[in-house]
């Protein structure tokens, strides 16, 4: 696999991860958070800590790798978006007595307005990296290990779809429909990542899975 390749492979991963961040989780938040601000909690709460936040910083580690592979220096909005993120988890039920909801659509809105700024930052910065492997004839990306990038993601994907699952089929048998769509919906697409995905990986780890529940 050529240099060129291999840049291609890691930054159409990113931003696969990225994309997921904007538009499948954001969305699952904003359903848990807007559409319904008084179900469970509890699991609302442990789905923005454990699931939402843990694809946040698991992207992040990746981008982080990227920008110390080609020693570039950028202030990456990742702490304000934790804080929205926390905001969300342990919003207070008072602040929904005079407007409920204005709060923490105010909240979702500033996330999104992160999430945006970090994926610029990160396009722009990965343009200036490319002009100099151009530059360079992507010399190097010879001490690139395309592998730092790949086994990790493999096993978060397989981990974070079978959890899903496992919430799915808890779901199913509580007679939750509503909370079946809400974990059945990321796990298919996490599996289809994994089959599919930004690295054409051969031999899915999470379809087999699938099949087994």
Not at 89 to 117: C, H, W
């Amino acid at each position: 696999m050529s240099g060129k390749q291999v840049f291609e492979e890691i930054l159409v991963g990113i931003r696969s991860d990225l994309k997921f961040l904007k538009e499948e989780l954001f969305s699952i938040l904003w359903h848990k958070r807007v559409l319904d601000p008084y179900g469970k909690k509890e699991e609302v709460r442990n789905w923005i800590l454990d699931v939402f936040l843990d694809k946040l910083f698991e992207t992040h580690a990746k981008v982080e790798r990227v920008f110390g592979d080609f020693d570039i220096q950028r202030d990456l909005p990742i702490w304000e978006l934790k804080r929205c993120a926390d905001d969300l988890a342990f919003i207070k039920e008072r602040k929904f007595n005079s407007m409920p909801g204005d709060v923490t659509v105010a909240i979702l809105e500033q996330l999104n307005n992160y999430i945006e700024e970090y994926d610029t930052i990160f396009e722009k910065s990965m343009g200036t990296v490319r002009k100099i492997l151009h530059d360079q004839n992507w010399e190097p990306m010879k001490r690139i290990h395309l592998g730092n990038y790949v086994l990790p993601v493999k096993r978060a994907r397989y981990i974070e779809a079978r959890d899903e699952l496992a919430k799915a089929k808890k779901a199913v048998n509580e007679g939750n429909w509503e909370e079946v769509l809400n974990h059945l919906r990321p796990a298919i697409d996490l599996a289809i990542k994994e089959k599919f995905g930004f690295m054409m990986m051969q031999g899915s780890m999470v379809l087999p899975f699938l099949h087994m529940t």
